[in-house]
Each structure stands twice: as C-alpha cells, then as structure tokens.
C-alpha cells in the first residue's frame, strides 16, 4: 500500500461553506475522507500537513517555499509520494521554484488546486486532488515511481511544473504548457508519456533552501519610459533581470534602453531574455532589433517561462556561485526546465 502526504498551502481547493453564515473557510484535511470519500477507494495510506496558518497564493513567499521543500525533505523517505494543494494564481511560480530547490528526485511532488471550492456542487476540486494523489501512487511493476519531478496537475492533464503557465481565471482548464506536451493524461485511464519524465541524474535529494531575492523583472511595452527603470539597473541592489522582449527576442532600438543594459552587464550583472509570448522561443540575432543583445552579452532564455526564468535565477544566485558559473548553468537546462 502506498503512502501519500498532501501538503495544504491554501487555495480555494481546500474551503468549505459555512453552513451557519454562508461564508467560505478552510476545512480540516485531517478529515478529508469526509469532504472526498472517493479517496478511499484508491487502497492507500493518506496523511495530511496543513500550514499552520493557510494562505491565499497571492501571498507566497520565499518562506512559503521553503517551508514546503522542509516538509518534503523531512518526509521524504516515509511517503512514495507528495501532492501540493495550493492555490492556482502563483502556482507555476512555486511549481518551477521547487522544481529548483528540490534537486535528485526519485519520487513524485504534484501540486494541484482548483477553481471552484470542494464543498462547491460544480467543483473541480475534487477530481483535480483524487487524480493528483493517484499520479503520487502511481508505480511501474518494480514499485519504481512514474514520475520523478515537480508537476502540476489540472484538468486531466498533469504538466512538468516548470513548463507551465496559468492562463485562464475563470475556465476549468486554468494551465498550459505550449513548448513542452503533457507529462499524462487523464481520460478513462491516466496515458504517462513514458519519453517526457524527467529522470534526475542524482542518486540522493538535495534541498536548495536558499534564494536571491535580488532578481528584477522588466517587461517591455511600446513607448516604455526607461527613465523610470533605471534604478532596477543597479548592481549592488539587483544582480540579475530578466527582460521579456516581443517575439523571437526582439527589442526597440532605444538607445536608453542599451545604455542601461551595456553599463549594467559591464559592472557585473546579469540579463536574461525571455520572450513575452506564451508559446515559442526567443533566438537573438534572428532580427536586427535583437542583434544588439547578443553583442553586449545578454543571455537567451531560449524557451523558459517567465516563472522558470526568475525561479531558475534566484536559484543560481541562491547557491553563492559566481556570474561565470551562473552563466554556465544558464545554458543548460537543469530539471526539464527548456530545451
């Protein structure tokens, strides 16, 4: 018999009405069986961990992702398997971030959510969180787990953690993965596409609990006034931006927009071009508008999602290596992360 931890961050998957004054509340997942009882029929052994104080998404934080990897890590040799109940707005942040932090997985984290609260009719909750621990449970003939990463399942289809997006606030199916297909599908039966597992070649977990706090984000608009940005080009504040360009990676001919980036990577910092597009890649120098970036040194993102870029950065910063070793892994795709 298999054994499943479910860890509740909070989200709307985890609420109930209040039958006396209407109002939605957090549940006891102790006493899940009651609220899901379809769970039983899965034979497995299920316990539950609740954040003490459970929290919208919206306000997750580095502490929040620590302590998750601390709950996996402490329990990582009880469980075969770990499911995340955490709320869908910023959950391909933590996706990707844990995706990060926990390096050698050899057992399944999958986080899940909903749109409609479980004690809701219509709720989608409940298939999201029956499917997600029986993808936790799922093992070949040897007792090996299927999946071996950080993924989030919603909506039949379960998606590497750090390839994926939200897309939609109010449509069932809230997530998509354009440059990388579903790990499996759940139809009448859950179809694993064997060929897109990721398989770590670490033989032990290692918890990366650390992370740099000193990334930006700047995401480019027509007519974007520089001028204003220009305190985020500060190394001693931020080591690293990321920077979402149109297209393929590509940028206006703003000669103050050059100037911060050419003097900002001179004193030592670090740029990372991801394309604002929910599909494709970027690739410098295809345009002239992007030709610039590859003759300062600005770094592709090639395929990376804007939650992977910034995750995948405070990771790096995290570990207290330096820029040249920063930008070696950069090149590289560490968990699945892009091509």
Not at 77 to 82: L, R, T
Request: proline share 3%.
């Amino acid at each position: 018999m298999r054994n499943i931890l479910l860890i509740y961050t909070g989200g709307t998957i985890g609420m109930i009405k209040d039958q006396r004054t209407g109002e939605l509340r957090s549940f006891d997942f102790e006493y899940i069986y009651d609220h899901v009882p379809e769970l039983e029929r899965l034979h497995l052994k299920l316990k539950s961990i609740s954040f003490e104080k459970p929290i919208d998404s919206s306000e997750i934080n580095f502490e929040n992702w620590k302590e998750i990897a601390e709950i996996i890590e402490t329990n990582y040799d009880s469980y075969d398997g770990f499911v995340v109940l955490h709320g869908s707005d910023t959950m391909a942040f933590t996706a990707s971030a844990l995706s990060f932090m926990l390096q050698g997985l050899k057992k399944p984290v999958i986080l899940t959510g909903s749109q409609l609260p479980i004690g809701t009719i219509r709720t989608d909750g409940k298939e999201n969180l029956i499917t997600a621990v029986e993808i936790a449970a799922a093992c070949d003939e040897n007792g090996v787990a299927i999946v071996q990463e950080v993924a989030v399942y919603f909506e039949y289809s379960l998606y590497r953690g750090n390839r994926c997006s939200k897309v939609s606030a109010n449509q069932f199916e809230a997530f998509q993965s354009p440059n990388y297909p579903e790990l499996a599908v759940a139809g009448v039966n859950i179809d694993y596409a064997n060929d897109r597992l990721f398989r770590s070649p670490l033989t032990e977990l290692r918890v990366q609990k650390t992370l740099s706090k000193q990334i930006g984000l700047v995401k480019l608009f027509p007519g974007i006034p520089m001028e204003f940005y220009s305190s985020l080009f500060n190394i001693e504040n931020i080591k690293a931006i990321v920077l979402e360009t149109y297209g393929a990676g590509n940028a206006p001919s703003d000669s103050k927009l050059q100037q911060l980036i050419e003097l900002y990577i001179e004193k030592g910092g670090l740029v990372l071009n991801v394309t604002q597009c929910s599909s494709g890649a970027v690739k410098q120098g295809t345009y002239q508008t992007s030709s610039f970036f590859q003759k300062v040194g600005v770094i592709s993102g090639r395929d990376l999602t804007t939650e992977a870029a910034l995750t995948k950065l405070q990771y790096l910063f995290g570990l207290g290596i330096s820029n040249e070793e920063v930008n070696v892994l950069l090149e590289q795709s560490l968990v699945g992360e892009m091509k």
